[in-house]
Protein backbone atom coordinates (compact mmCIF):
# COMPACT_ATOMS: atom_id res chain seq x y z
CA UNK A 1 0.00 0.00 0.00
CA UNK A 2 0.96 3.48 -1.34
CA UNK A 3 0.79 5.41 2.16
CA UNK A 4 2.42 3.06 4.27
CA UNK A 5 5.73 3.70 2.26
CA UNK A 6 8.35 5.45 4.15
CA UNK A 7 6.70 4.47 7.42
CA UNK A 8 9.20 3.78 10.54
CA UNK A 9 9.11 0.73 12.63
CA UNK A 10 10.49 0.89 15.77
CA UNK A 11 12.56 -1.53 16.53
CA UNK A 12 12.80 -4.25 20.19
CA UNK A 13 16.03 -2.62 21.42
CA UNK A 14 16.67 1.00 19.58
CA UNK A 15 14.23 3.88 19.28
CA UNK A 16 15.38 5.61 16.41
CA UNK A 17 14.80 9.47 16.96
CA UNK A 18 13.22 11.79 13.99
CA UNK A 19 13.67 14.97 15.05
CA UNK A 20 11.34 16.65 12.44
CA UNK A 21 7.79 17.71 13.74
CA UNK A 22 4.55 17.51 11.94
CA UNK A 23 3.95 21.13 10.94
CA UNK A 24 1.54 22.54 8.78
CA UNK A 25 3.13 24.70 5.93
CA UNK A 26 -0.18 25.85 4.91
CA UNK A 27 -0.64 29.83 3.58
CA UNK A 28 -0.24 31.51 7.36
CA UNK A 29 -1.25 35.09 5.45
CA UNK A 30 -5.05 33.84 5.83
CA UNK A 31 -4.47 32.72 9.52
CA UNK A 32 -6.91 34.61 11.55
CA UNK A 33 -4.89 35.62 15.35
CA UNK A 34 -6.38 32.94 17.16
CA UNK A 35 -5.15 30.50 14.78
CA UNK A 36 -1.43 31.99 14.84
CA UNK A 37 -1.55 32.08 19.14
CA UNK A 38 -2.69 28.06 18.26
CA UNK A 39 0.93 27.30 16.82
CA UNK A 40 3.17 29.88 17.64
CA UNK A 41 6.38 27.57 17.04
CA UNK A 42 5.22 26.92 13.21
CA UNK A 43 7.99 27.41 11.07
CA UNK A 44 5.85 29.05 8.87
CA UNK A 45 5.03 32.05 11.62
CA UNK A 46 8.65 32.06 12.77
CA UNK A 47 11.26 30.93 10.91
CA UNK A 48 13.87 32.15 13.13
CA UNK A 49 13.79 29.71 15.67
CA UNK A 50 14.44 26.44 13.46
CA UNK A 51 17.56 27.94 11.81
CA UNK A 52 20.55 26.00 12.09
CA UNK A 53 22.53 29.13 10.77
CA UNK A 54 24.51 31.67 13.13
CA UNK A 55 23.48 34.67 12.05
CA UNK A 56 26.47 36.54 13.41
CA UNK A 57 29.22 34.19 11.47
CA UNK A 58 27.09 32.20 8.80
CA UNK A 59 28.04 29.16 10.51
CA UNK A 60 25.86 25.85 9.76
CA UNK A 61 25.05 23.70 12.25
CA UNK A 62 23.60 20.23 12.58
CA UNK A 63 22.99 18.26 15.82
CA UNK A 64 21.28 15.00 15.44
CA UNK A 65 20.63 11.98 17.65
CA UNK A 66 21.35 8.88 15.22
CA UNK A 67 20.17 6.01 18.20
CA UNK A 68 19.20 6.09 21.73
CA UNK A 69 18.59 2.94 23.79
CA UNK A 70 17.02 2.63 26.39
CA UNK A 71 18.40 0.86 29.73
CA UNK A 72 18.45 1.08 33.41
CA UNK A 73 20.12 4.52 35.25
CA UNK A 74 21.57 5.84 31.63
CA UNK A 75 20.54 5.23 28.06
CA UNK A 76 22.52 4.99 25.45
CA UNK A 77 22.61 8.16 22.82
CA UNK A 78 24.55 8.34 20.10
CA UNK A 79 24.41 11.79 18.47
CA UNK A 80 26.44 13.62 16.15
CA UNK A 81 27.33 17.33 15.46
CA UNK A 82 28.54 19.26 12.50
CA UNK A 83 29.79 22.52 12.20
CA UNK A 84 30.87 24.17 8.60
CA UNK A 85 33.02 26.20 10.67
CA UNK A 86 35.14 23.18 12.32
CA UNK A 87 38.70 22.65 11.92
CA UNK A 88 38.57 19.27 12.57
CA UNK A 89 38.73 16.28 10.62
CA UNK A 90 37.07 14.00 13.53
CA UNK A 91 35.79 10.08 12.91
CA UNK A 92 33.11 10.80 10.71
CA UNK A 93 34.34 13.18 8.48
CA UNK A 94 35.67 16.98 8.27
CA UNK A 95 33.05 19.02 10.72
CA UNK A 96 31.83 16.07 12.08
CA UNK A 97 31.60 14.95 15.80
CA UNK A 98 30.06 12.98 18.23
CA UNK A 99 29.07 12.79 22.06
CA UNK A 100 31.50 10.55 22.77
CA UNK A 101 34.69 12.15 21.27
CA UNK A 102 35.79 13.89 24.35
CA UNK A 103 39.51 15.23 24.18
CA UNK A 104 42.14 17.13 25.67
CA UNK A 105 44.12 18.77 23.42
CA UNK A 106 47.60 20.68 23.92
CA UNK A 107 48.46 23.99 22.52
CA UNK A 108 51.85 25.51 21.42
CA UNK A 109 51.51 27.97 24.15
CA UNK A 110 51.05 25.26 26.54
CA UNK A 111 46.80 25.36 26.79
CA UNK A 112 45.07 22.87 27.26
CA UNK A 113 41.70 23.16 25.56
CA UNK A 114 38.61 20.30 26.46
CA UNK A 115 36.26 19.44 23.51
CA UNK A 116 32.94 18.03 24.92
CA UNK A 117 32.25 16.30 21.54
CA UNK A 118 29.05 18.12 20.74
CA UNK A 119 31.38 21.76 19.21
CA UNK A 120 31.67 23.05 22.52
CA UNK A 121 35.31 23.51 23.90
CA UNK A 122 36.65 25.31 27.18
CA UNK A 123 40.22 26.13 27.55
Given at each position: ?70 GRGFDFVFQRTY ?27 GDIIYY ?8
Open positions: EASKIGDKKPSIRAELIDRRENFDFKDTENLSPEEKKEKPNSPALNPAIYSNVLLHSGEFIWDDVDIRIPRSQAIYSGPLGWGWDHNYNKRLVELYSDGTGRRER
